[in-house]
């Protein structure tokens, strides 16, 4: 590692830095500037990889092994139990949220298209888990990318030149070239549903039509950061999916006597319970 001395301030946060589990350890820092506060941890040498591309529809893409989302900021984005901006699996599908509340769609890499972001990635710092801090800014939005086990959070990341900002500009899926899809994008449509439920006051809805809930009782769900969590799956998702109509950012529904309003979030790939919205 480059002797940041002089530079920039180096800190211990165990609450922050997330240690690195199996990404394999690189000796790019990044591009600092006087201001930036650098969290890291030791880290032991270790040979272990992020896990490679297999063939689509195996069992080798089942956890996510790069990852973003973008939090923070006057807006609130990245709020308690949002999905992710972006995830990559090792059998090459990715699930992209595209701006605007829009619906996740999903796109499909051929096995060397994956490696290469990789590479880049590790390439890029993202092996070590890092903290890039930036003193005086409120509201201030913050870019956070996973590798396997590595955790980098960039604060302020536009118009840094950061290499990990650099190459976080290479996972809009929507850039990449079709050679490099085994097939054309289409909206991601989870196994299985989260209904996101917050009792609220209202009797109308804030002008939306209150409707009549029969699946679970919203009042049995777990209760996480996003709400009252419960999970649909198979003819249940299906229904309320259909029920719902277009995506929104929240609906109103009534059950058992109690006037809700949900959030609806499909669970990404490597995600089965309401516990599992938390880590993503």
């Known amino acids: 590692m480059a002797d940041l001395s002089g530079r920039s301030r180096h800190v211990i946060d165990r609450g922050i830095v997330t240690l690195l589990v199996g990404a394999g ?7 600092l500037g006087p201001n930036d506060e650098v969290s890291t941890l030791p880290i032991a040498p270790s040979s272990a990889r992020p896990p490679q591309p297999g ?14 989302r973008k939090g923070g900021g006057i807006a609130g984005l990245g709020g308690p139990g949002s999905l992710p901006d972006f995830s990559l699996y090792a059998d090459g599908r990715a699930v992209s949220v595209p701006g605007g509340g829009a619906a996740p769609v999903e796109f499909r890499l051929k096995p060397a298209a ?20 930036a003193d005086g800014v409120a509201d201030a939005m913050t870019l956070e990318i996973t590798l396997g086990g590595a955790r980098t959070r960039v604060v302020q990341p536009d118009g840094r030149s950061d290499p990990a900002v650099r190459f976080w500009t290479r ?12 097939a054309p994008s289409r909206p991601y449509v989870g ?5 996101l439920a917050t009792p609220t006051t209202s009797t109308t809805g804030n002008g939306q039509k209150v409707r009549e809930w029969t699946l679970a009782p919203l009042a049995k769900g777990a209760p996480g950061p996003g709400g ?16 719902s109509g277009p995506p ?29 919205l938390a880590r993503a």
């Open 25 to 31: 350890a690189l000796t790019a820092c990044g591009d």
């Open 114 to 133: 994956v490696t290469r972001l990789l590479d880049g990635a590790r390439a890029a710092g993202l092996g070590r888990s890092r903290t890039v801090q």
């Open 55 to 68: 063939p689509a529809g195996t069992g080798a893409g089942a956890g996510a092994v790069l990852r973003w």
């Open 228 to 243: 009252l969590c419960t999970v649909l799956a198979g003819r249940d998702a299906q229904s309320l999916q259909k029920e």
């Open 191 to 195: 196994d299985r549903l989260a209904a």
């Open 171 to 182: 996972l809009r899926p929507e850039t990449w070239p079709k050679a490099d899809q085994t």
């Open 248 to 276: 929104r950012p929240r609906s109103v529904w009534r059950d058992g006597g109690k006037v809700y309003s949900l959030r609806l979030r499909p669970l990404l790939p490597d995600e089965k319970t309401c516990a599992d």
